[in-house]
C-alpha cells in the first residue's frame, strides 16, 4: 500500500480544481461554439509581437533555457525601476508562490490569508507544513486589521491577495501603509499583485517602495493582462537577499524558453495592455448594465472578472450554462455558494454571457414555478 | 535581516550550476561562433512535426495549459503501453523529482543515490528535509549491491540514474531484477532514465513491468532525445495510486501548453529520434576513436554524452575551450576534478571539439613543459 508512504499532509489535500478547458468541453458535449469566461484570461490573445518572438524563439527550444532569465530580467527592471537581483521569474506566479513556502515556511509555521482568496496559497502552505490561518474578508476585500489582530507567535507569513481573487476587491495604499508600519519584522507579507494591469483606483499601493524596508514579496505574472498563460511565466519583487535565499528552493531551469521571449517582446507592448485595459474597461460596464437590468447583485471590481450573486445554485447556474458553450467558474470551492465568477470577454463574448445567464435564469424560474 | 527566516535546510543548498548558456558567452566573451556540448541537447534541433505543432499553439497561449495533459496521456500511454492514469508530466522531469519527494519524503528519511549521479536529487532530496545517502560508484555504474546494503530503518527513497549522468553507464536487467526482487515493500524506486532512447545494450531493463509489484516511478524526459530541453517537459511512469498521491503536490498548471502540443507532435516523429540516435552513435565511434589516438582515457557510454579523463585539471581545459568557443563541462561539481563531459554533437561540432581540445592539451603541455 503505497498510502503509507505518502506524508501525512499531502493525504490531507484535496488539489485544486481549474476552469474547466474548452478542448476538454468539446470532448464531452460535443459542442463547437464555446466561450471560455472562467479563467481570467485576456480575451485578445498574446501580444502580436509576443506571437513574433515565440515564432523565433521554438526553432531553438533543443537547447535548455536560460536559468537565470537574464534578458528578461533586464527588462523587467528597466520597466519597474528595481535592480535585476532584486527579481526572481517563476513557471507562472503559482511557483513563486511555492518557492516562498518552501524557503521560509517551516513545520507547523503560521500562513495568514482572506478566506475567500487564491485556492492555491492554503494548498501551497499546507504542502510544506505549514498552518494557513483563514480572516474572512470584510465587504469582499481583505480585512487588514483582523490580518493584524490574527498574528501570534507562530505566524511566519502573511498571503495578501490584491486586488483578491474571487471578488475583484483591492485594498488603498493609506490601509497598506499603516499595516506595513506595524508589521513585526520576522514576518514576511506577500502582495499577489495578479490584476495589477487593471486596476482603476488611483491610490492602489506601490508596494515596490516597501522592499527593503519591511520583509515583503510581490507577485506579478504574466498570465492575465499579457494574455500569456499558457506559457507559465510570472516573477517575484523582493530584497535581493530574500530572492538568493528563494533561488536555492528553485530548480535551475524553471522558466522554458518560449515563455521567456514571449514576455519580453509583450513588455515592450505598451498597445497591446492598453487596448485590453480598454476592453476590460467598456466590457465592465456593459456587464454592470446588464446585471443591474436582470436585478442581480455583483460585486464591483477592480479586475478583469465579475463576482455576481446568481440568487440560486450557482453550481446549478454553471452547468446549465456550460451545456450552452459558456464556461464561467462556480463558486461553491470559495464557498460562495450562490455566486458565479465571469471573465470580461470581447463584447461578443459578454452578449453570449448575458443571453445565456438571462436563459438560465429564466427557465430555472420557470421550472421552480411549476414545481411549486 | 531575513536570514534569520530562512529554513535551516535552505540555508545549506549550494544551488546547482548549469551548463554556460551559448548567449551568456556570447555576451561575455564576444564570440560568436560557439558550440554548447554541456547540457546533453540533440544537435538536431526538435523535429519538424513539433516545430509545427508550436506555430499554431502559440497563437493561444492566452489559455491556461490544459492542467490534465489530457491529449499527451492519451499518445504516451498508446507509446509506452500503459494507462494514462499511469502517468504524470511535469515541467521537466526535474519536476517529477521534485513532486516524489514532496508527496514521499518526511524529515530526516533517507535518500539513497549514487555518487556521482545527478546533482538535483541530491538538492530536491534536502529541500525536502530529507538526508541524501551518497553510494559511490563502482566502475562508473550504480552499484546495486552496495545500495542495498545501505538500506536502514529510515531509508525512503532509492533514486537511480539509469543510465548514469555523469558517466553515461547503464545497469542491465538482471542486475535490476536481483536487485527489485529483494526490494522491502516500504521503500520506493526512482528510475531516472532520461538517456533511454540512446541506450544500445539489448538487457536494459523494461522498468515497467514491476510497477504495481513493486513501488517504483520511472523518470523519462523530452528534453534530450526529443531536442524539448527549452520547454521543459518531462513524465512519470507509476502506480496509479502514487500519481495520483503526486497530482496533490503538483501545481494545476505545471506544464504550459506549448510544450505538450510539441510533446505529441515529436512522439508521432520517429524518423526523427532514428536519426538522432543514428548522430549519437557514429559520433561516439568518432569520437572515441579520436580520444583513443590522443591517448586519452574515457568512459563507454550509453548516453549522448561521453566522460573524458583530461588527465589534468579539467576545470583549465573546460575554460580555456570556452575561451575558444567550444563549451563541454568541467566536472568538479561531480568530485571528478580531472574529467570534462562533452555531449556528442553533430560532426562538425564533435571534429570543432577534438581540434580545440588538442590545442588546448598541447598548449598545456607546452607551458607546463616552460615552467619545469
Known sequence: ????????????????????PIEELKRELNILDIVKMASNENPLGPSKKAIRAMRKAISTVNRYPDGSCYCLK??????????????????????????????????????????????????????????????PLTD??????KIRDSIGPRTKLILIDNPNNPTGRSVGEAE?????????????????????????REDFPDTKRYIGRKNIIILRTFSKAHGLSGLRIGYGIASKEAVQFMNRARQPFNVNSVAQAAAIASLRDEEHIANSRLLISEGKRFLYNNLDSMGLRYVKSDTNFILVNAGRSAKAVFEEMLKKGVIVRSMEAYKLDDYI?????????????????????TKNDRSSTKSV
Chains 1, 2 share one sequence.
Open 1 to 20: 500500500m503505497i498510502k503509507n508512504l505518502v506524508r501525512r499532509n499531502i493525504l490531507d489535500i484535496k488539489p485544486y480544481e481549474p476552469g474547466k
Open 74 to 135: 533586464e527588462a523587467l527592471s528597466k520597466k519597474l525601476n528595481v535592480s535585476p537581483e532584486n527579481l526572481i521569474i517563476g513557471n507562472g506566479s503559482n511557483e513563486i508562490i511555492e518557492l516562498v513556502t518552501r524557503t521560509f515556511l517551516d513545520k507547523d509555521e503560521e500562513v495568514i490569508m482572506s478566506e475567500p482568496s487564491f485556492l492555491i496559497y492554503n494548498i501551497a502552505s499546507r504542502i510544506s507544513d505549514g498552518m494557513p490561518v483563514m480572516v
Open 140 to 145: 469582499f476585500k481583505a480585512d487588514l486589521n
Open 176 to 200: 497598506v501603509e499603516g499595516f506595513l508600519e506595524k508589521l513585526p519584522d520576522n514576518i514576511i507579507v506577500v502582495f499577489d499583485e495578479a490584476y495589477n494591469e487593471f486596476v482603476e
Open 341 to 361: 465568477r465571469v471573465t470580461i470577454g470581447t463584447m461578443a463574448e459578454n452578449r453570449r454571457f448575458v443571453k445565456t445567464l438571462k436563459e438560465v435564469l
